[in-house]
T-cell receptor, first 115, second 113 residues
Framework: EPEVTQTPSHQVTQMGQEVILRCVPI?????FYWYRQILGQKVEFLVS????????KSEIFDDQFSVERPDGSNFTLKIRSTKLEDSAMYFC?????????????FGEGSRLTVL | AQSVTQLGSHVSVSEGALVLLRCNYS??????LFWYVQYPNQGLQLLLK??????LVKGINGFEAEFKKSETSFHLTKPSAHMSDAAEYFC???????????FGGGTRVLVKP
């Protein structure tokens, strides 16, 4: 069964360091997303990406965050200068087609710990 | 705007008993509604979804949910809990204009033998 894969599964970094989280969406999917879940809190939308550009972003997704699809298969989330409050589980997701709602496939997440 | 409220952050049920997880939503347009399950140290797996048509939706692992527009609810049920149902369950909503999901706060289910 096709799946969304994410690396690393866990990353520990120092405050102020840059972090890149990687995702390989399902190969024929067209829409890509990043969500995050701070420990004990709800899953929050960060950004959606379609046709090589951001289609929507939340207020959480500030200038410290960026996304890229560098090679047609990977989908990356970069945090330029990490803060303690960036510690969370980050989920990548993809979907074949856009509206109306189809099934969003989630990866297993990348846990980021900022010290 | 859209939002989701899940009543009860923790639910404890006995094995074999009914599982009932409550979800209420608000949406300015007809919603599409989802239930996801998250097992420990895993990602989110779709249990079931409502888009259009029949309001009683059946999903995987014996779960079902009913969309009630008048009550703005989408409660999740399973007639008989199994130990393997211990997990966290998230209700989510999206609107027809896009696929951005808004999640509820989650309900952690504990199944007692």
């Amino acid at each position: 069964e096709p799946e969304v894969t994410q690396t690393p599964s866990h990353q520990v970094t120092q405050m102020g360091q840059e972090v890149i989280l990687r995702c390989v969406p399902i190969s024929n999917h067209l829409y890509f997303y990043w969500y995050r879940q701070i420990l004990g809190q709800k899953v929050e939308f960060l950004v959606s990406f379609y046709n090589n550009e951001i289609s929507e972003k939340s207020e959480i997704f500030d200038d410290q965050f960026s996304v890229e699809r560098p090679d047609g298969s990977n989908f990356t989330l970069k945090i330029r200068s990490t803060k303690l409050e960036d510690s969370a589980m980050y989920f990548c997701a993809s979907i074949l087609a856009g509206p109306p709602a189809g099934e969003l496939f989630f990866g297993e997440g990348s846990r980021l710990t900022v010290l | 705007a859209q939002s989701v409220t899940q009543l009860g952050s923790h639910v404890s049920v006995s094995e074999g008993a009914l599982v009932l997880l409550r979800c209420n939503y608000s949406s300015s347009v007809p919603p599409y509604l989802f239930w996801y399950v998250q097992y420990p140290n895993q990602g989110l797996q779709l249990l079931l979804k409502y888009t259009t048509g029949a309001t009683l939706v059946k999903g995987i692992n014996g779960f079902e949910a009913e969309f009630k527009k008048s009550e703005t609810s989408f409660h999740l049920t399973k007639p008989s809990a199994h130990m393997s149902d211990a997990a966290e369950y998230f209700c989510a909503v999206t609107q027809a204009a896009g696929n951005k999901l808004t999640f509820g706060g989650g309900t952690r289910v504990l199944v007692k033998p």
